[in-house]
């Protein structure tokens, strides 16, 4: 049987891609759901408590019971509210973590976008989702919700900063922007965590800053601020908020394993295969997410002008420090540089 004309080993491939692209996304955002129920099991687990063990096996089914419950609830909106303006914030949320979710690399050959710009796209991803935090802060027209959007953007701003120069380190070692390259060029060497540990020291506190979790969670701090500003945010419009904030912490978790763990690299075993090398990237990326809810259940969360002064007088000098150094040592080690 001949296929059509117009049918080409181009539309074929086109084709594969999307659907590979859907299956990505998709996963992605289940996994984040997941992630919820994993993060209240872990957590009673050592706050010594049950945690969700009523619906479905081990409380498996407490997530879709949860997205039901959300979805059926009043979608209300303060009568004083610039509608327009709250109704999209959640949308850009939920927007920009799956955009910056589309660069990374799970496996060799398993990736949605292959960008030269790969890290620079996800630094402006970071960037354009501080939108969805103020314009949902000012268009509910709420002092809870504006101070914890402004809040939110300062914080997010400036560990964004910290956060790019602490990875320009990493940018200067591989070579190149490129995720899949960056994993290449550590395949080749050592994982960047060896080389590059004064940039790994800021990009976690980085990471955590700019997903508000704890102990960076003041845009939210109930005791001050009720919810921040998703205050006045209910049903379906709440839920995107905090999905999108789990889709963050799986997109940090995997950025983490490519950038400075290898991706799906494992020294010394053959993983060229689709399979083991998506195997291994997700085991990776399964433990950093586990640390970030063990950060949560361990750690305090101290004031807002501590947490300002630590990433203006600690982290930015660290990342110039680990980015300099950086560049010192290339320049040594490159013949003739020197003359």
Known sequence: MTLPS???QETIDTAIKSVQAVVILVGMVVVSAWMIWLERR????????????????????Q???????????????????DKAMFWIAPAIAMAMMILGFMIIPLGDTLWIADLNIGLL???????LAVYAVILGGWASNSKYSLLGGVRS????????????????GVVMQAGSFNLR????????????????????IVWVPAALAVTH????????AEQELVQGYHTEYSSMKFGMFMVSEYVGIVMVSALTTTLFFGGWDVPFVDNEGWFLSFL????????????????????????????????????????????????????WQTPGASS
Not at 65 to 76: R, S, T, Y
Not at 156 to 164: D, H, K, L, Q, R
Not at 289 to 317: E, T
Request: with cysteine; net charge neutral; charged share 15%.
């Open 6 to 8: 117009w049918i080409t």
């Open 42 to 61: 872990l957590l009673a687990l050592w706050q010594d408590r049950y945690g969700p063990n009523r619906v479905g096996p081990f409380g498996l089914g």
């Open 63 to 81: 997530v879709i019971a949860d997205m039901l419950k959300i979805f059926f609830k009043e979608d209300w909106t303060p009568p004083f509210a």
């Open 121 to 127: 796209f996800f630094l402006a991803i970071a960037g």
């Open 153 to 168: 953007t300062a914080q997010t701003i400036s560990y964004e900063v910290f956060m790019g120069i602490s990875l320009m």
């Open 181 to 200: 390259e960056i994993v290449h060029a550590q395949q080749e060497q050592v994982w960047f965590v060896v080389t590059q540990l004064l940039g790994f």
């Open 213 to 220: 979790r704890t102990p960076f969670d003041l845009p939210e």
């Open 280 to 331: 291994s990237f997700s085991a990776k990326t399964f433990i950093f997410m586990c640390s970030y809810i063990l950060v949560r259940a361990a750690l305090p969360r101290p004031r807002y002008d501590q947490i300002m002064a630590a990433g203006w007088k600690v982290c930015l000098p660290i990342s110039l420090i680990n980015m300099l150094g950086t560049a010192a040592v290339i320049l």
